[in-house]
């Protein structure tokens, strides 16, 4: 909401300078986002009259042309533009001036002769026609002609400031309004908030029409339906005639300039500017288009279009409420009026519009038509509903002030939701429980009173414009924004003892984390959301349970549209970005929700289980992404992962895959991403791994305890061993550890070798073993012994032999 | 035989001295101290001394083994410092040449002010609060004070799962207070990180998932000067000591009275830049006491109870913290971006 600030005035009398007044608005709960002080906009321009002009020498189009600008010598300026006369008053930039364009004006030679400035267009003012309909675009802004009147009607004499000249000299204020606040869309409504706020008397006269004519009254002509009594509470009409449309005066003009509406004329200027007075938007219909003299506020017929002001054809539908005559609409309510009806040059009776339509209603229709305006932008928050008669009242005032027409008697006012009082206890002492302050009970009412409550005993009485009030912590917060927030002392007591911190989930999180960091893998954040492609895409089966997503139904796009039940496109996607980049190498994890349909949870309507995903491309291997979440695994204290060769999950390399499974059940999987699956991300080797947090945290070992250390030597054995290639490294090592005898400590893999010499199909491993004896030093012979029993077991069971 | 031990004291003397290496040191040790060596030879006749000269030679004998040991030993001590101060200079590196990478991964920044923001309240005594992202409308909105009707119910600005309303992506963490009231007690101390959507496109300031970390204190005689406290104290945490904080009223369904906080711009301090778009101050938390029908709803006495609630959006504060310019790049998760932090 801009706000000029001569407009303001008109209403309370505020002298704080521009940066004190928005300081202390925002303050009081009226964000200020912005202010302009027009006349730093602009410098050193004045009015000038052309005291003689001729061609120049040199130049078949410039005029060389003396100025007086009140000065004892004239000066001379040359300029381009043809509709500059002897005597005219024209804008001149002088030599270093500014424009509120931004630029700015020095001294200079045209062909030859010296210029000491610029004559002005509008559109160097930042004015246009619709501001000075007597001037022309395409040419300098003749002021006032020789001896003629000027066009702001007031003598404009060389040398004045055409700052002040041309009333560019304001404030406007432009106000973030919280949409509780639709009362405050209005110059009245912030100008209670600042009389308020600075101490001020608020003055709003109430509007007076003195020249009715009461003997042809509204009724005779109209008549005015309302269907739908729930879509407009309330409908106020009056009627005016012998309308004489002009442009609107000066004054007006640049009211209605200052708050970003354009002038068009005197009637419709009007509307606009009690909508931007009172806050009540209002429109005028041309009466001799209204079919039967007849109003009707009623929903749409199926298959009905109107053609908007804006020149549009729309479509809308039973849900919008229109206004119509007896044929056909004229209006689309609260949002736009219709074509059909609209004032032009030859109106001579026209309806002012005043009524109340329901806020969601008008929020719905206007989003739903893409055309969201000044009118239904207040509508859609809830306007009051003792505001329709004042507004009208006030058009008619004003009509009267400018001499366009003449107002009928009467007034027709459809009301079919009876006045509310609403009323609610004062207790002074609640508020200042809930504020933690002091604030003195008659430092409350002086502020209601001032902001229209009215108070009556212990009661007050909410006005009708404050529909956001409802309770005392309402009036809590009235009675605080405008003692200050910043004067109540801040306090750090927070109620009684608590205990707080992280549950072992919580803190599991991040132990997963620092953990995989450690690892080399940095963590991402992806979105929740992935389209059901993305199920083909990692060529998930037809029929597998997991493409049965909560879908959502309005999505941003079909590849943001269910929520996902498995993190592996979201990985491969990052994948895919990091590779697009020309990143030579990525290892990702990131540990967040998948969601399932259908939740066992009581109260909760799916469900959302926490996994850890890892990523990886580059210098990295299967046993690379292995080696990360063993070392997850051993954070947590888990011992004895399984890893099964998982040959059946198309998103990975049929070979190079296994589920991981911690005490006995599947709680993830790790493997390199199948080649056609990789492809469709730009990918080649890339490796994935999945595990479940929940299996994490509930296998994990709540305490780690300490083993002593050994006090006696081990002795260390490297075995290598040839076996068929169908024979697993895990199948050896847990043929070894469990024919090593009671003195075998451990057993690990350190090479795998396949080649020529050792045979078709076949493989060798390496182990490293380790025995130990608690309470003395081993022989060779007790482990010679040990060493023999397991490769005999190794032969008869696995085939395998130690390799010669 | 006592000259000659004399003469071989005089020559090992001598030669060690001279001697420059730590080889040739021992040659020595050899030469006169050895088995074959030449004191040992003088020993071996001590057996045709007499029995009077037999102690005097042997004393003799012993004090010149000890003088030449610890000439060998003097000498050995020197040659060795030598030689580690030649090999030290030998073994001189140029340390500007690069490090060996070790690769340690990197935390998303999200989390980093997650982590940090989430610490603070740890110390305040708060706990961390979660919930379904996938909510029902009742606790995310009806709950709420948010009445059928209000603009955020719309369809264009929040994903429904449910034709008929009933369950959608929740727009804020605070359904999880609401879940929490109703399970707890009063003293209430949480705070509820999380994802949290709203449909709005892509760009650089929006993102249709985004973080939030809201935060609740329910317990008798809480007031506003309380949010104060506590979320001056906070802001001083995260922004230095020195963070001058203000209040502002705004609105809020849930919250009555409510405001914004504003810290006064950490780049500039105060005097306007281009990150606090030359107001010197930078909107960072939204809060207020908790509305009464708040309470009630979620079965707390509103005549008994009371409390605050604030929430601030992390990739905002992330984006502070680190000038980051583009939302963006919190989820493309570039490796050039991510190994920054």
Not at chain 1, 210 to 230: E, P, R
Not at chain 1, 436 to 448: N, S
Not at chain 2, 298 to 316: C, H, K, T
């Amino acid at each position: 909401m801009k706000l000029s600030n001569k407009w303001l005035n008109e209403y309370v009398k505020i002298s704080a300078l521009p940066k004190e007044f928005a300081d202390r608005m925002t303050m009081s709960g009226s964000k200020v986002e912005d202010f302009i002080d027009q006349s730093a906009q602009m410098k050193n321009v004045v009015a000038g009259r052309v005291t003689k002009i001729e061609r120049h020498p040199d130049s078949d189009h410039m005029w060389v042309t003396e100025i007086d600008v009140g000065e004892d010598e004239p000066i001379t300026i040359v300029t381009g533009a043809q509709n500059v006369s002897l005597g005219d008053t024209v804008p001149v930039a002088r030599h270093k001036s500014l424009l509120p364009t931004g630029q700015k004006i020095e001294k200079g030679k045209l062909r030859g002769i010296k210029s000491e400035g610029m004559l002005c267009s509008l559109s160097e003012l930042c004015l246009d026609t619709h501001d000075y309909p007597e001037c022309i675009e395409d040419g300098i802004m003749i002021l006032a002609g020789a001896n003629q009147s000027s066009v702001t009607g007031e003598e404009i004499l060389p040398g004045a400031d055409i700052r002040e000249a041309l009333g560019l000299d304001d404030v406007i204020t432009d106000f973030e309004i919280t949409n509780n606040r639709p009362d405050c869309l209005s110059v009245i409504g912030l100008a209670r908030e600042a009389a308020v706020t600075f101490g001020a008397q608020l003055n709003v006269p109430t509007p007076e029409i003195t020249s009715a004519d009461t003997a042809d009254a509204i009724q005779n002509h109209l008549k005015i339906t309302v269907k739908d009594a729930a879509l407009c509470p309330r409908y106020t009409a009056k009627m005016i005639k012998d309308i004489k449309i002009a442009p609107s005066p000066v004054w007006l003009r640049r009211f209605l300039r200052a708050s970003g509406v354009r002038p068009i004329n005197n009637i419709v200027d009007i509307t606009n500017l009690v909508m931007l007075e009172y806050g009540q938007p209002m429109h005028a219909f041309d009466y001799k288009c209204l079919t039967g003299g007849e109003i009707v506020v009623r929903s749409a017929a199926p298959g009905e279009t109107i053609t908007t002001l804006d020149g549009n054809v729309r479509e809308i539908t039973p849900d919008m409420l229109v206004i119509a005559d007896s044929a056909r609409p004229v209006g689309l309510a609260g949002v736009m009026g219709g074509e059909n009806s609209e004032i032009t040059e030859d109106t001579k009776y026209a309806v002012f519009e005043s009524a109340l339509f329901d806020g969601v209603s008008i929020r719905r229709a206007a989003s739903a038509l893409g055309m969201r305006t000044d009118a239904s932008s207040r509508f859609e928050k809830g306007l009051d509903i003792e505001n329709t008669l004042p507004a009208v009242e006030r058009a008619c005032e004003l009509v009267e002030l400018l001499g366009a027409g003449t107002v009928l008697g009467g007034t027709i006012d459809v009301r079919t939701q009876a006045q509310t009082v609403r009323e609610i206890a004062f207790e002074p002492e609640r508020i200042n429980a809930l504020l933690g302050t002091d604030i003195p009970a008659e430092f409350m009412r002086t502020t209601l009173t001032a902001l229209g409550f009215l108070f009556d005993g212990d009661s007050v009485r909410i006005p009708s414009w404050r529909g956001d009030v409802e309770h005392y912590s309402d009036l809590a917060e009235e009675a605080a924004r405008f003692y200050g927030y910043d004067k109540i002392t801040p306090r750090l007591y927070l109620g009684r003892e608590a205990s707080g911190g992280l549950n072992s989930r919580q803190s599991a999180e991040r132990r997963v984390s620092s953990c995989l960091r450690a690892a080399g893998y940095s963590e991402v954040y992806t979105y929740s959301f992935i389209g059901t492609e993305d199920y083909d895409k990692i060529d998930m089966p037809k029929d597998e349970p997991l493409r049965d997503s909560v879908t959502i139904l309005n999505p941003l796009g079909a590849e943001r549209a269910v929520m996902r039940t498995t993190p592996l496109p979201s990985m491969l996607e990052i994948l895919e970005n990091n590779k697009n980049a020309g990143n030579p190498e990525a290892r990702l994890f990131e540990l967040a929700r998948v969601y399932r349909k259908n939740s066992n949870i009581e109260n909760q309507p799916a469900e959302e289980t926490k996994i850890l995903t890892l990523g990886s491309y580059g210098d990295t291997d299967f046993y690379d992404v292995k080696g990360a979440i063993e070392a997850v695994l051993a954070e947590f204290g888990i011992s004895g992962a399984e890893y099964a060769a998982q040959r059946g999950f198309p998103s990975f390399h049929p070979g190079r895959c296994a589920d991981i499974i911690i005490g006995g059940k599947k709680s993830g999987i790790i493997g390199q991403t199948h080649p056609s699956v990789a492809g469709r991300y730009g990918l080649d080797d890339c490796f994935l791994a999945e595990l479940s947090f929940d299996a994490l945290i509930e296998n994990s070992l709540s305490v780690k305890t300490y083993s002593p250390l050994p006090k006696f030597p081990a002795v260390a054995r490297d075995l290598a061993i040839v076996a068929q290639h169908s024979v697993t490294a895990a199948q050896l090592r847990q043929c070894i550890l469990e024919n090593g005898g009671e003195f075998i400590v451990s057993a690990e893999l350190f090479d795998v070798y396949e080649g020529a010499n050792i045979g078709e199909g076949k493989k060798s491993a390496a182990f490293s073993l380790i025995f130990r004896a608690d309470n003395r030093t081993l022989t060779d012979g007790e482990v010679d012994a040990a060493i023999e029993k397991i490769l005999k077991t190794l032969t008869e069971k696995l085939g395998a032999h130690i390799r010669a | 035989m006592k000259e000659q031990l004399e003469k071989i004291q005089l020559a090992a003397s001598g030669e060690i001295s001279d001697c420059q290496s730590l080889a040739d040191l021992e040659l020595l040790r050899v030469k006169y101290l050895g088995k074959k060596g030449e004191i040992t030879a003088i020993l071996k006749q001590m057996g045709g001394l007499s029995n009077e000269e037999r102690p005097v030679i042997g004393a003799l004998a012993n004090s010149v083994r000890e003088a030449i040991e610890a000439a060998l030993a003097e000498k050995r001590a020197e040659l060795s410092a030598k030689e580690l101060s030649a090999r030290l200079l030998a073994e001189e590196i140029d340390v500007t040449v690069p490090a060996k990478p070790v690769s340690i991964g990197h935390r998303h920044p999200i989390s980093t002010v997650l982590d940090e923001a989430v610490d603070i309240f740890l110390g305040m005594g708060f706990s961390v609060a979660e919930g379904p992202e996938i909510e029902y409308s009742v606790y995310d909105f009806d709950k709420l004070n948010i009445p059928w009707g209000h603009t955020v119910r719309e369809w264009s600005d929040t994903f429904y799962t449910e034709e008929d309303e009933s369950i959608h992506l929740r727009c804020q963490t605070s359904p999880v207070q609401v879940r929490y009231m109703e399970k707890h007690e009063p003293p209430i101390r949480i705070i509820s990180p999380g994802r949290v959507y709203r449909k709005d496109e892509v760009d650089a300031t929006h993102s249709p998932m985004f973080h939030q970390i809201e935060g609740l204190v329910v317990d008798k005689g809480i007031t506003l000067a309380d949010l104060k406290g506590t979320l001056a104290a906070v802001m001083k945490k995260l922004y230095g000591e020195h963070t001058l904080t203000r209040f502002r009223p705004h609105h809020f369904p849930f919250t009555e009275p409510s405001c914004e906080v504003d810290v006064q711009c950490f780049v500039c301090g105060g005097s306007g830049c281009r990150v606090c778009k030359g107001e010197g101050w930078i909107e960072l938390l939204g809060s207020g006491v908790v509305h009464p029908k708040v309470l009630a709803g979620a079965g707390i006495d509103p005549d008994v109870y009371s409390g605050f609630a604030f929430g601030m959006g992390l990739e905002r504060m992330t984006m502070l913290r680190f000038g980051i310019e583009d939302m963006r790049l919190l989820y493309e998760n570039d490796m050039r971006f991510l190994s920054q932090f």
